[in-house]
């Protein structure tokens, strides 16, 4: 159930003004997550996707390129 008042958004501004500037993105739209982590990935990089749904698709998306 959805929390009334608190977004993805809320939830990595305060990640961001907590100290995690430039080691966060957040992507709104599912679409242009594989697209942004294809351009930006490298080796030993870490990745933590959070959503619910269909945010396994990218998962999925990744593993096949």
Do not use: C, H, W
């Amino acid at each position: 159930q959805p929390i009334p008042g608190i977004t993805g958004k809320i939830l990595i501004d305060n990640l961001i003004d907590s100290g995690f500037k430039n080691k966060i993105i957040y992507i709104p739209n599912l679409r242009d997550v594989t697209k942004y982590l294809e351009l930006n990935m490298r080796n030993n990089d870490m990745v933590l996707l959070m959503g619910a749904g269909d945010i396994t698709r990218v998962t999925d998306e990744i593993l096949k390129s």
